[in-house]
């Protein structure tokens, strides 16, 4: 963005400087080599905003990119761990089960929220990304332990 933000300031001063009358020109007598010129100026400074701004594009939709692809792992590894969790419950004795069986219900909605997270973080926007990174982190970090609690309840 300091990029972008450089040089349309860059831009905007080249502008500037074609606008500017010079000393030498009379009032009023501006030629075509002065005309043409200006406007040789502005189509560089827009070209040059134009290609800063494709090079920000590209380098967010990188880091956004690499966030997915780094906490795609751990979201499959997630569901895989309460898949597992669900196909123990039908096994369990009666005296545990109903407890499992809570426990799996407030992990399925942490899931839930994770995977709402996730689907944001695919097509978030540059100001967002990365909170709703960190925010997808954090939950996957909750779930994962009450993964691992829940499961320490849960025999075999």
């Given at each position: 963005m300091n990029r972008?933000?450089?040089l349309s300031v860059?831009?905007?001063t080249m502008i500037c400087a074609g606008c500017e009358e010079k000393s030498g020109t009379p009032e009023g007598a501006t030629g075509a080599g002065a005309g043409s010129s200006l406007a040789g100026a502005a189509q560089k400074a827009a070209g040059a905003v134009e290609g800063a701004k494709d090079k920000a594009a590209e380098a967010f939709t990188k880091l956004r990119?690499?966030?997915v692809a780094s906490l795609e792992p751990r979201m499959a590894d997630a569901r895989e761990q309460v898949s597992?969790?669900?196909s123990k419950v039908a096994d369990l004795p009666?005296?545990?089960k109903p407890t499992v069986e809570s426990g799996l219900k407030e992990i399925e909605k942490?899931?839930?929220t994770a995977e709402v997270q996730f689907d944001k973080l695919k097509t978030a926007g540059a100001d967002a990304w990365e909170s709703l990174s960190k925010e997808l982190g954090d939950t996957i970090d909750k779930?994962?332990?009450s993964i691992r609690?829940?499961?320490a309840k849960v025999p075999g």
């Open positions: 972008i933000a450089w860059l831009g905007a990119g690499d966030a597992k969790l669900k009666a005296a545990v942490q899931l839930g779930l994962v332990s609690d829940l499961s």
